[in-house]
């Protein structure tokens, strides 16, 4: 179970290093790290979405030099 989570956390990771440029691509990005963590976890997939877009578009408003 500790790898699992492991793994996820990375690649939780990994995709917010690429973050976009735009709102667009940052709301799009983050849907998509969050639906593909939802489903690797078995959670529910729309709500993975919508919690990875709302992450990653504050992340980068947050901290935009590291996007």
Do not use: H
């Not at 956390?9 to 849907?31: H, K, N, R, V, W």
């Amino acid at each position: 179970m500790r790898i699992k989570a492991t793994l996820i956390g990375l690649f939780a990771l990994s995709t917010l290093a690429a973050c976009g440029d735009t709102f667009g691509e940052q709301a799009l990005i983050g849907a998509g790290a969050g639906t593909a963590t939802a489903a690797v976890v078995g959670g529910n997939l729309a709500a993975g979405a919508v919690v990875g877009s709302a992450a990653n578009v504050v992340y980068c408003k947050e901290f935009p030099e590291k996007c």
